[in-house]
């Protein structure tokens, strides 16, 4: 059932649902209490017949990779997607979809491992048709332009080519928390490229589970079996057919944004490539996250989970929603908050960021940084010594003014330099406060890059010396190398929406792993951040 229909009689018919326990009741949709809550229209690589509230716009960014311990260049294999969609009126949606795989394949196809594009964008509309409040049936089509080059696609052009699908997907509700999916499918691709087989046409059939324990949770479970034309590479070259299986889990950090966890043998996140499996063979799982926000007129806007009515920040716990100098923060900024910083260090070391709280504990950031280089060869151990840009999300699980013991956070960051070499960084800050003006941080850290791992133990304190001013002390442990140390302080200037700071260290960057590579000679560091709402 869909939001309009929550007038006196909507109610009474939710209420009955619930009490009967009728399968194919509609108390699940009549319970969600933000768009997040419902169940999802679309996964990453499967198509549900549900549809977003009319209004509602949902942006979506992911990942899913390989195992990195698998011997390949850079990261491992990592596939990247953007998807946004907005539903302009009951049961229509219309959106976009971008992703992109560039690499070599994790292990021989014909003999060779050469390298590997899949980049591309599209659009899609789908229309639910029918609802009766059990079963829903929609119909989805997309046309996208795809970018397959490599030489076991039988061609290295980098021309686009014109793809397209069509689903017809059903969903229904077995209970108010449990729903079935069933959907038939066809991808059209080319019969072959230069002479050279290719994937053809896809007929498939999909299938799946979708169980909401909590309003908050949701577990899920699909399985798409091609019928016709092929969806994998096998290691000898030749083309097959295989089974796309995934598995998955979604928790809203927010009362507009959830996080999704999944294992995927997949390697497509658009509505024509979702039937694609990962090469070779179709048997290599891939682990994915994808954040999911929704927004808009129809997107009802609620405070934080937990969150007492009228509580807000102080200045001081605004100040520690931020990062420190090589450790970042607990905290995230208020929702709808902006930052934008810019730092110049010695050596030439510089570089800036953005971030956005686009929901309550929930921060968007990309920055650009050029490290610097004291002539001790601190940065040869990495694979580049190239300027960085890296995406980062923050989620803030826990959070010590709603009464938890401590402030907890998990961010995770991806980066290529301008050789195009990555890096993986993740952490999970814990802050307490242990006064109104000393709070104390502990910052398990990890980086992968290459062939490398590694993992480091922040330990930092920050003490409030004036309502606008903190000085701060960081020192990481690490499992190899020297340790990283920083100290310095940070001041808002009065009421403007600045913040400088002025710090030593003796870390070569300020962001993942260039926070976590010392070299010999210290550098003194100034940054200024303009901090102010966007929205609330």
């Known amino acids: ?23 194919g009741g509609t108390a699940l949709a009549q319970d969600a209490s933000s768009a997040i809550e419902l169940q999802p229209s679309e996964y990453e690589n499967f198509i549900t017949a549900n549809t977003m509230w009319p209004g509602v716009a949902r942006f979506a960014l992911g ?9 390949t260049p850079g990261t491992s294999n990592q596939v990247y997607f953007v998807d946004v969609a907005f539903s302009p009126f009951q049961g229509l949606e219309i959106g976009a979809d971008i992703q992109t795989f560039v690499d070599p ?17 599209g659009v899609h509309a789908k229309y639910r048709f029918y609802d009766d409040g059990a079963l829903s049936v929609a119909a989805q089509v997309s046309a996208e332009w795809m970018r397959f080059a490599s030489t076991i696609y039988g061609s290295t052009s980098t021309e686009y080519l014109f793809i397209g699908s069509a689903h017809l997907p059903l969903s229904y509700n077995i209970t108010p928390r449990l729903q079935a999916h069933l959907t038939p499918g066809i991808s059209v691709y080319p019969d072959s490229r230069e ?17 909401k324990p909590t309003p908050r949770t949701l577990v899920y479970g699909t399985v798409t079996q091609p019928l016709t034309g092929a969806n994998t590479i096998l290691s000898d070259g030749s083309y097959a057919r295989r089974p796309v299986l995934t598995l998955g889990g979604r928790y809203a950090v927010a009362p507009n944004t959830a996080v999704d966890l999944y294992a995927t043998n997949g390697i497509g996140a658009t509505p024509a490539t979702g039937v694609l499996n990962f090469m070779p063979n179709g048997d290599i799982v891939l682990l994915g996250a994808r954040l999911v926000h929704t ?35 607990a ?30 504990n929930v921060e968007l950031r990309m920055s650009y940084e050029s490290i610097a280089d004291d002539g001790s060869g601190a940065s040869s151990k990495l694979t580049g010594a190239e300027d960085r840009w890296t995406g980062r999300f923050k989620l803030q699980f826990l959070d010590q003014m709603d009464g938890w013991p401590v402030s907890l956070a998990a961010i995770t960051s991806l980066g ?47 003490y409030a010396v004036g309502r606008y001013t903190n000085v701060f002390g960081e020192y990481t442990v690490r499992d190899s190398g020297d340790g990283i140390w920083a100290v310095g302080a940070k001041a808002r200037l009065g009421r403007a929406p600045f913040e400088a700071g002025l710090y030593a260290t003796n870390a070569i960057g300020a962001f993942g792993v260039n926070a976590m590579t010392a070299q010999e000679d210290p550098r003194i560091v100034f940054s200024l951040s303009y901090i102010d709402k966007l929205f609330r």
């Open 331 to 360: 905290r995230t900024r208020d929702r709808g908050t902006v930052e934008l910083n810019g730092f110049y260090g010695m050596q030439d070391a510089h570089g800036a960021f953005f971030a956005m709280a686009i929901d309550h």
């Open 63 to 71: 990942f899913h990779q390989t195992n990195p311990s698998i011997e």
């Open 105 to 121: 394949p994790p292990f021989p196809i014909a003999g060779t491992t050469p390298p590997i594009e899949m980049t591309g964008a």
């Open 1 to 23: 059932m869909t939001r309009e229909n929550a007038g006196p009689a909507g109610r009474v018919r939710a209420l009955l649902a619930a009490l009967l326990i009728v399968p």
């Open 195 to 211: 002479g050279n087989p290719f994937y053809g046409t896809v007929a498939s059939i999909g299938a799946g589970l979708s169980w």
């Open 295 to 329: 927004f808009g007129p129809g997107a009802l806007q609620k405070r934080p989970y937990g969150r007492a009515p009228g509580q807000m920040r102080t200045p001081r716990q605004r100040i520690l929603a931020g990062d420190g100098f090589t450790l970042p923060g």
């Open 416 to 462: 290529r330099d301008l050789d195009d070499n990555g890096a993986f960084y993740v952490a999970m800050p814990v802050m307490r406060e242990v006064t109104d003006k000393l709070a104390l941080r502990v910052v398990p850290e990890a980086v992968f890059y290459g062939s490398n791992e590694e993992f480091g133990l922040g330990l930092g304190a920050s």
